[in-house]
């Protein structure tokens, strides 16, 4: 229960959109992907629902990559492998796994924020 805690905890930097004219459209869907996963995992209970908010978040990053160009676009796949880590520190039952892929997942979301602002 604790790893699953340990995930449901996690909370990402709020998404700051802004993104430059090719990459806007798939950085507004990230930032509102981005807050339902937040809001999802500050309720979820366990460990499969916790994978299932990170796949539909994956999912939405994944599809929008596909739109976006440059730096939004390897920030987003970035951003899903990160939930991959996660997922699998899970599986795993590895807690500092866990705990890593947290600081994974928020330098992570910090970078995508970034590179949406510079578009």
Known sequence: MKIV???????????????????????????????????????????EAVKGINAAYKSVLTEQAGKADGAVRAAMNDMAASLDAADAAIDAGDEAGIDAAQKGTDARTTALNSACRAG
Do not use: N, R, Y
């Not at 807050?35 to 209970?45: H, N």
């Open 5 to 47: 805690m340990t995930i449901a905890l996690m909370t990402a930097v709020p998404f700051l959109t802004g993104c430059g004219s090719t990459s806007a459209d798939a950085c507004d869907a990230a930032a509102a992907a981005s807050a339902t996963w937040e809001k999802e995992l500050a309720s979820a209970q366990g460990a």
